[in-house]
């Protein structure tokens, strides 16, 4: 018998590294999570099943010429993926909340401390401005907009950004209520906002999406395709007469992306490039950034507590992020442990869109800052 038929059999598991069985024990968590734990099952379970393949050694399938390696070509260098995950997230926004109470706007952009933040500590730490601006923009608790950003500032560090930022997001409701409940007292907990039924005009709601797409790109021009991306979304669900296009973007174009921007996401974690030093560091950042996110909404709501005359509870402060409507359901459920008959939902939806919109401009005025800089 002829032995070295057997040597291509044998060959892949000889290219094995720990770096790599690592990482593919590291998507198999990530299976976990999504399967057992239902953690963002819809990005984790691609990621993690890209994290595996791209980790197997021979295959190619993360090269340029590689299922994996031309959907990361086409996709995340072009960066069209997070855009029509954006054109999703728009049409399924519905920022009525947010147009009944403007106010709320405040919380949203309040919201958005963690991300400037985290910047100047990542810069502390020694990583150059883009890779800290990308690091930061984590804090933005907004998958897609982490990922647009990181690729055009700092690509190699796509991986690690793009799976903390979808892992933090499904951890939602067990990092904000211990913060809340450390920032908020027990009277400000119980504050019941009057909620009195507004109809914002559908000429409005058509007009809000293409007043805020003109203005951001004319101060912003680099986040033009980001916030077009979301404004476009949501003004065919607004207009009424493309439920056909609205329902598809949100359905068939945001899941058939979704599952090529998970497995690409995945093929980044290759365990040479992923198990350094700067990976641990990038994630805990990215969770001081969530904290931090959560606890300026909180007090820039304690600050509006005390100029109504302790009539705003702060606890909705914690849903100007982009974690849309996950924060909001927390805020109230948070707000019905201390008092069952308080129903803020409505309010914290307002501040929750408001975060949506807010992690948009955040990462805009980033790229805005940063374009052409490469240091």
Do not use: C
């Not at 921007?261 to 805990?284: A, E, N, P, R, Y």
């Not at 849903?319 to 996950?326: K, T």
């Amino acid at each position: 018998m002829d032995l070295t038929r057997l040597l291509p059999l044998i060959d892949a598991p000889l290219h094995l590294t720990w770096q790599s069985l690592v990482m593919m024990m590291v998507g198999g968590i990530l299976i976990y999570l999504a399967v057992a734990k239902d953690y963002e099952p819809v990005l984790l379970l691609p990621i993690g099943f890209g994290a595996i393949l791209t980790n197997l050694p021979l295959t190619g399938i993360a090269e340029s010429g590689g299922m994996l390696g031309i959907l990361y070509k086409a996709g995340i260098q072009t960066e069209l993926f997070p855009l029509l995950i954006f054109i999703g997230v728009g049409a399924m926004t519905d920022f009525g909340p947010l147009l009944e109470n403007p106010r709320m706007a405040l919380l949203g952009a309040a919201g958005q401390f963690g991300i400037f933040g985290t910047l100047m500590l990542a810069l502390v730490l020694g990583f150059n401005l883009n890779e800290s601006a990308s690091i930061g923009i984590i804090g933005a608790i907004d998958g897609p907009t982490a990922i647009y950003v990181s690729t055009k500032l700092a690509p190699h560090l796509l991986g690690p950004i793009a799976v903390a930022a979808y892992s933090y997001m499904s951890l939602v409701p067990i990092i904000q209520p211990p913060i809340m409940r450390l920032l908020t007292t027990d009277a400000e907990r119980t504050v019941r906002l009057p909620y009195t039924e507004k109809h914002t005009s559908r000429t409005v709601r058509i007009l809000f999406p293409i007043v805020v797409t003109v203005l951001i790109s004319l101060l912003a021009p680099v986040a033009s395709p980001l916030i077009a991306a979301l404004m476009f979304g949501n003004l065919m669900r607004e207009s009424g007469v493309v439920e056909r296009l609205s329902q598809s973007a949100q359905n068939e174009i945001a899941n058939v992306t979704t599952i090529f921007l998970g497995l690409v996401i995945g093929s980044t974690m290759t365990g040479q490039s992923f198990i350094q030093t700067d990976t641990l560091l990038i994630l805990g950042m990215g969770l001081l950034a969530f904290v931090l996110d959560t606890a300026g909404g909180v007090l820039f709501g304690k600050l509006l507590y005390v100029l109504s005359n302790h009539k705003f509870n702060p606890l909705i402060g914690a849903a100007g992020i982009s974690a849309f409507p996950m924060s909001a359901r927390i805020v109230q459920r948070m707000g019905q442990e201390y008092d069952f008959e308080n129903f803020l939902l409505m309010h914290a939806m307002g501040a929750n869109t408001a975060g949506q919109l807010g992690s948009v401009v955040a990462g805009g005025v980033v790229l805005a800052l940063l374009s052409g800089t490469v240091l």
